[in-house]
């Protein structure tokens, strides 16, 4: 699985790079000279099966390295909150809980931003259910 995890990297780096939107203008610009030469019905049809293929196997690519990417983050952010010292270990891993849990936390914080400034914590608020 390194190599897919190497061609998932590889494809986003190429497509989020000058060459990639280059390349793009390349196969644009090729369409447009192949119109001519082999017809606009046959030309349109080489090109949408060239970019329905590519778009295709791009999501999944991509799709990979942005999980891989957002686990990340959430690692990092895992280990801010856990190394603060008056941070709620409610927010550790909160990306694995439920949508009404994630809402709760939201309402909560809208509290503690209503104390005004200073170190407050997640935790100096009541929960729904107390």
Do not use: C
């Not at 809402?103 to 509290?111: G, I, M, N």
Request: no cysteine; glycine share 6%; hydrophobic share 45%.
């Amino acid at each position: 699985m390194k190599w897919l995890e190497f061609l998932s990297q590889s494809a986003t780096d190429f497509v989020s790079s000058h060459w990639g939107t280059l390349t793009a203008l390349g196969v644009l610009g090729l369409w447009l000279v192949a119109i001519p030469f082999l017809g606009s019905s046959r030309a349109w049809a080489l090109v949408d099966k060239v970019i329905f293929a590519t778009s295709f196997l791009l999501l999944f690519l991509l799709q990979r390295s942005q999980t891989k990417a957002t686990l990340s983050i959430q690692l990092k952010l895992n280990e801010l909150l856990a190394s603060a010292h008056r941070a709620s270990s409610n927010m550790i891993n909160v990306e694995d809980k439920s949508e009404e849990e994630v809402r709760e936390l939201h309402d909560r914080y809208q509290k503690v931003q209503q104390k005004g400034p200073g170190a407050h914590s997640i935790d100096d608020t009541p929960s729904r259910g107390a």
